[in-house]
């Protein structure tokens, strides 16, 4: 008797721009990945952001929020694009991405940043301040100042006008996302570095306080805690020091953008958007690229490394996942390299030959 075969429904959202180049590329992956893997991948391939407002009118239609919800992992491309820029605001693309994490219940976002050794050069920083960076940032994502209310326009007592926000952060918000960045850090070299405000805001003060109650169900994982503002400073003075880093929504927004132009290299970098329960959203930091798409230029490793993301936090597969960022190293090791990368004594590739270079190392690892 032949054991049934692990199955996975995946949810392909390749969106505008160069998100089917390289969702296209990256589904090849997952195919080859499973085949040596003895996994099944069946997928659902939905429109989303521009491509969904051309053929239904919305940017995020309900079939796909649906079909997403059902499936057992969430693949997305990248929204967005020149051609829908002109439109009135509650029909952007991009609106679709904020239906669709509010929809998915995701409230933790994860942007690992790794200096690669074979991309040393394209880091911002100095060689010696960039070797063996490799940190996670864990970013809450459907709270905070983002959200909070009361928020508005209006005047103040001598009629100036004014702008105003509101940070809320519930314990149970706190929690959640706090539970994530332990795991995660158990996950990695188990550490964990809280960011917050605590010497000047309130909504900072309890999560500090219920991050540090948590602390006791991890006793195997080391907790400090940091200020932004020096957060800030230490993620270019010495990065190194970071494993995983657990903070709000508005200093996560920064402070991961902060971190992955450490790396230097947007086309690398990937994530992963979880919630509770249910699916999570992989995806590229990296927008639609208008300037390059249909140009077989796009650099696909983005959307590949969030497919591993995908196999490892997602599905719990971490032979597969390690399999993947394997052969990423491995085509960088033999010189190939998209336009985004290039520099002198290199292999420049287009979009489709990177991706058969990755299936070939994923091959050659049998
Ligand atoms: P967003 O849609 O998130 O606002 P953006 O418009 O700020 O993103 P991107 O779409 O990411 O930015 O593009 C920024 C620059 O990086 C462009 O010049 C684009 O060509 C380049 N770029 C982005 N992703 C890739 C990639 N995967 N490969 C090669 N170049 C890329
Ligand atoms: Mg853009």
């Not at 090849?28 to 969904?52: C, D, R």
């Not at 911002?124 to 326009?153: C, N, S």
Request: hydrophobic share 40%; aromatic share 6%; with cysteine.
């Amino acid at each position: 008797t032949s054991n049934p075969k692990k199955s996975y429904n995946i949810t392909l959202l390749p969106g505008d721009g160069i998100g089917p180049e390289v969702v296209s590329v990256a589904k090849q992956v997952l195919n080859l990945t499973a085949s040596l893997e003895g996994i099944e991948f069946k997928y659902q391939e939905m429109p989303v952001g521009g491509a969904a407002l051309d053929l239904t009118g919305v940017p995020l239609p309900e079939e796909t929020l649906s079909v997403a919800k059902q499936s057992d992992a969430i693949l997305l491309g990248a929204i967005g694009g020149y051609k829908w820029d002109a439109n009135e605001k509650h029909l952007k693309p991009e609106t679709g991405l904020l239906q669709l994490r509010e929809g998915l219940g995701v409230f933790a976002n994860l942007r690992p940043a790794t200096v690669l050794p074979q991309l040393i050069d394209s880091s911002t920083l100095k060689r010696e301040v960039a070797q063996g960076v490799d940190l996670m940032v864990v970013r809450e994502l459907t709270g905070g100042i983002y959200f909070g209310k009361p928020r508005g326009f209006g005047k103040n007592e001598n009629g100036d006008e004014i702008g105003f926000n509101t940070e809320v952060y519930a314990t149970y918000e706190i929690d959640r996302i706090a539970r994530v960045a332990f795991e995660t850090a158990r996950k990695r070299r188990g550490k964990l570095c809280s960011v917050d405000k605590a010497n000047v805001l309130e909504a900072s003060m309890l999560w500090r306080k219920r991050v540090t109650m948590m602390a006791s169900e991890y006793p195997d994982v080391e907790l400090t805690h940091m200020y932004v503002d020096n957060a800030a400073m230490q993620l270019i003075r010495d990065p190194k020091q970071f494993d995983t880093i657990v903070t709000n929504n508005i200093f996560g927004d920064i402070l991961s953008d902060e971190a992955s132009m450490l790396t230097g290299s947007i086309g690398m970098l990937p994530s992963a958007s979880i919630g509770d329960s249910g699916p999570g959203l992989y995806e590229p930091i990296h927008g639609s690229a208008p300037d390059i798409a249909g140009q077989d230029k796009a650099n696909p490793l983005a959307t590949v490394l969030s497919v591993a993301m995908l196999l490892k936090y997602g599905l719990q597969e971490e032979a597969a996942a390690k399999r993947i960022e394997n052969a990423v190293l491995e085509t960088l090791d033999k010189g190939f390299r998209t336009g985004d990368l290039f520099s002198t004594g290199m292999k420049l590739v287009g979009c489709k030959e990177m991706g058969e270079q990755v299936l070939r190392s994923i091959d050659s690892q049998r």
